[in-house]
């Protein structure tokens, strides 16, 4: 069983940064992979940045160079740095986790998720 809860959500001005954590409950590392996803405002769930359990990473085209995630194992935080936001990338930002090691960008592969973090850019 794996327990998220994200934080750092907010409101920032385009080509502001923000940097999103999920506090990650679990007991191993080994096999799980974990990714962030955007909520939009009919609940449609665009994966955005995964991490595969061996710490290789992936991303939606629209915000590579832009993001970054990273895992933090000592604090158990799952990060995603989002830097040059646009008014494009806001949404409801939520942290998932699956049992595999590939962190593939479909939601429908996640079982475990947080309840999310709001992050709103303007103009």
């Known amino acids: 069983h794996v327990s998220l809860v994200e934080s ?7 080509g502001g940064s923000l940097r999103l954590s999920c506090a990650v409950s679990t007991d191993t590392y080994r096999s799980v992979s974990m990714a962030w996803f955007r909520q939009g405002p009919w609940n449609e769930r665009v994966g955005i940045a995964g991490r595969d359990s061996d710490g290789s990473t992936n991303y939606d085209d629209s915000v590579k160079g832009r993001f970054t995630i990273s895992l933090d194992k000592a604090a158990n935080t799952l990060y995603l740095q989002m830097n040059n936001l646009k008014p494009d990338d806001s949404g409801m930002y939520m942290c998932a986790a699956r049992d595999g090691i590939i962190a593939m960008l479909r939601s429908d592969e996640y079982k ?8 709103t850019v303007s103009l």
């Open 112 to 119: 475990y998720w947080g309840h999310g973090t709001q992050v």
């Open 8 to 14: 750092g959500g907010g409101s920032v001005q385009t």
